[in-house]
């Protein structure tokens, strides 16, 4: 049983930082394809970063330059570095693990990130 849990958010104002956390219990982590979504508030959820099992990243174009994905695969847990926030940041941020050469992919509970002033 795959288990996600996303820590980090809150209320910021814009221009502050954020880090988020998503710690995995999952054997093998370094298999896992991680990835940060986000669901702004009446919106449908998008795709924010992601970080391949070497380590590759790709990210939205809303939040390039802003936001750095990382992952420590000793310790079973991805980052999102958030920087410069503006308020269209605002939504749950949850993360996803998709284990490579197979379908399955698991969701953490979101964590909610706010960004007004």
């Known amino acids: 049983q795959v288990q996600l849990v996303e820590s980090g958010g809150g209320l910021v104002q814009p221009g502050g930082s954020l880090t988020l956390s998503c710690a995995a219990s999952?054997?093998?982590?370094?298999?896992?394809?991680m990835t940060w979504y986000r669901q702004p508030p009446g919106k449908q959820r998008e795709l924010v970063a992601i970080?391949?099992?070497?380590?590759?990243?790709n990210y939205a174009d809303s939040v390039k330059g802003r936001f750095t994905i990382s992952r420590d695969n000793a310790k079973n847990t991805v980052n999102l570095q958030m920087n410069s926030l503006k308020s269209e940041d605002t939504a749950v941020y949850y993360c996803?693990?998709?284990?490579?050469?197979?379908?399955?992919?698991?969701w953490g509970q979101g964590t909610q990130v706010t960004v007004s002033s």
């Open positions: 996803n693990a998709r284990r490579v050469g197979t379908i399955s992919t698991y």
């Open positions: 999952v054997t093998s982590f370094a298999n896992y394809v």
């Open positions: 970080i391949t099992i070497s380590g590759g990243t």
